[in-house]
T-cell receptor, first 115, second 111 residues
Framework: GAGVSQSPRYKVTKRGQDVALRCDPI?????LYWYRQALGQGPEFLTY????????KSGLPNDRFSAERPEGSISTLTIQRTEQRDSAMYRC?????????????FGNGTRLTVT | LAKTTQPISMDSYEGQEVNITCSHN???????ITWYQQFPSQGPRFIIQ???TKVTNEVASLFIPADRKSSTLSLPRVSLSDTAVYYC????????????FGTGTRLQVTL
């Protein structure tokens, strides 16, 4: 596609439910990043992949959060047993290099609301 | 990780030049400086990137002094549509790096 696509655009879930957020990067982009953004704040790093390998997951808040990118393209961020504090905008970005000064291309995000 | 410091907010009138400075005292040799623009309800959008000296594209210029401990994004003749949050990032896409956003600078342009 022309840009990074994220789905769903909005997700409302009840506390305790699991959610899966999907990111479809720009075709051919090898690096994929997940961020979380609270209102009025800058994006907060969660994790990133080069191809299918998860290079850094130090930003994941706790073990309820996980991410995968099994074929080096589409990625899924999963949050288990959601809590109200998980409510935020979740953003995905991709880059065409695994190393070097390559800009990030962001999707429009998934707005997660946990009730 | 190089930490960045930017002004929280700036105001400008339409048609003026706006300069936003970012401090990054701990920048590493391999790090690049990248600026992003973010409108409400949208993801950040790449504006410009540089390593040293001056870089110019169709929308902005980036000035980086020799010590690279700061950088200045220059927006010529801003319009109302330039009202947004601007983020300075220091780092690079790579296996040993994660790209961390600060709180950004909220630019408000008025008539």
């Amino acid at each position: 596609g022309a840009g990074v696509s994220q789905s769903p655009r909005y997700k409302v879930t009840k506390r305790g439910q699991d959610v899966a957020l999907r990111c479809d990067p720009i075709s051919g982009h090898v690096s994929l990043y997940w961020y979380r953004q609270a209102l009025g704040q800058g994006p907060e790093f969660l994790t990133y992949f080069n191809y299918e390998a998860q290079q850094d997951k130090s930003g994941l808040p706790n073990d309820r959060f996980s991410a995968e990118r099994p074929e080096g393209s589409i990625s899924t961020l999963t949050i288990q047993r959601t809590e109200q504090r998980d409510s935020a905008m979740y953003r995905c970005a991709s880059s065409d290099r695994d190393r070097g000064p390559s800009p990030l291309h962001f999707g429009n995000g998934t707005r997660l609301t946990v009730t | 990780l190089a930490k960045t410091t930017q002004p929280i907010s700036m105001d400008s009138y339409e048609g003026q030049e706006v300069n936003i400075t970012c401090s990054h005292n701990n920048i590493a040799t391999n790090d690049y400086i990248t600026w992003y623009q973010q409108f409400p309800s949208q993801g950040p959008r790449f504006i410009i990137q540089g390593y040293k000296t001056k870089v110019t594209n169709e929308v902005a210029s980036l000035f980086i002094p020799a010590d690279r401990k700061s950088s200045t994004l220059s927006l010529p003749r801003v319009s109302l549509s330039d009202t947004a949050v601007y983020y300075c990032l220091v780092g690079y896409t790579g296996t040993a790096s994660k790209l961390t956003f600060g709180t950004g600078t909220r630019l408000q342009v008025t008539l």
